[in-house]
């Protein structure tokens, strides 16, 4: 059926690193493609999202591109600021059943001063 | 983007009460509104969809009577949890999306719940 993957585990890395977290996912077609971004104690707000193949999303210097080859839609960001702290989470929109975001598990990133 | 309002933010109330929770659009038709909740440290999971106008789909394990769910205009759905244990104690959120986009969700800000 369909589903995401995101990569194990929290992410804890310094200030001004490179950030990259792996999402995969497996659907029906070609679904839009979406990142969410919770910071603590609050809802969900779109990050970036692409939808069609080799789009590439991006926004407060995060970026994303849409592989339809690899079903992948990897976040990366080339320098982290302490503020970039939340978790993540990748969502592609199924073409099945009720057309909803299927959302992965999401990753904590601490960004370390 | 469009806003959707979630309230409250936060509940405390006593075993066997019931507490209702409102999602908003504040600026667009939402034809659509969903509902998850969200264990510490985990994903959401999705308990159940709402359209306008009609009973809401539940998820597989999810209870309707103790989770009600109304979505009687295209600006307003309530999930109600009645009869609420502290197992129910969780964070709450709502998401809407307009039927012409059918792109993004936007998701409200959350509502903690907690019985005591």
């Known amino acids: 059926g369909d589903s995401v993957t995101q990569m194990e585990g929290p992410v804890t890395l310094s200030e001004e690193a490179f950030l990259t977290i792996n999402c995969t996912y497996t659907?029906?077609?070609?679904?839009?493609l979406f990142w969410y971004v919770q910071y603590p104690g609050e809802g969900l707000q779109l990050l970036l999202k692409a939808t069609k193949a080799d789009d590439k999303g991006s926004n407060k210097g995060f970026e994303a591109t849409y592989r339809k080859e690899t079903t992948s839609f990897h976040l990366e960001k080339g320098s982290v600021q302490v503020s970039d702290s939340a978790v993540y989470f990748c969502a592609p929109r199924l073409l099945r059943g009720n057309n909803r975001l299927a959302f992965g598990k999401g990753n904590q990133v601490v960004v370390i001063p | 983007g469009a806003v959707v309002s979630q309230h409250p933010s936060w509940v405390i109330c006593k075993s066997g009460t019931s507490v209702k929770i409102e999602c908003r659009s504040l600026d667009f038709q939402a034809t659509t509104m969903f509902w998850y909740r969200q264990f510490p440290k985990q994903s959401l999971m999705l308990m159940a969809t709402?359209?306008?106008?009609?009973?809401?789909?539940?998820e597989q394990g999810v209870e309707k009577d103790k989770f009600l769910i109304n979505h009687a205009s295209l600006t307003l759905s309530t999930l109600t949890v009645t009869s609420a244990h502290p197992e129910d104690s969780s964070f709450y959120i709502c998401?809407?999306?307009?039927?012409?986009?059918?792109?993004?969700?936007?998701f409200g800000q959350g509502t903690r719940l907690t019985v005591v």
């Open positions: 998401s809407a999306e307009e039927r012409q986009r059918n792109t993004e969700a936007f």
């Open positions: 709402s359209n306008e106008g009609s009973k809401a789909t539940y």
């Open positions: 659907a029906t077609g070609y679904p839009s």
